[in-house]
């Protein structure tokens, strides 16, 4: 693979992983908006996992 493949290729993994954190963040504040509320310990607690399990 060519650095400029692997280079878009990062991108858009980069671009698909702010995509999904902002989904989650946008799902903990329609819970909250409902009524549900979501324990933030527990919400921090993924976004802090899929950083430190993602490669940098």
């Known amino acids: 693979m060519s650095p400029t ?25 329609r819970d909250i908006g409902a009524g549900k509320g979501r324990d933030c310990n527990e919400f921090f607690d993924e976004l802090e996992k899929r950083y430190t399990n993602e490669r940098v």
């Open 5 to 29: 493949q692997q280079i878009l290729d990062y991108r858009r993994e980069i671009d698909e992983n702010q995509k999904q954190i902002r989904e989650m963040v946008m799902e903990s504040f």
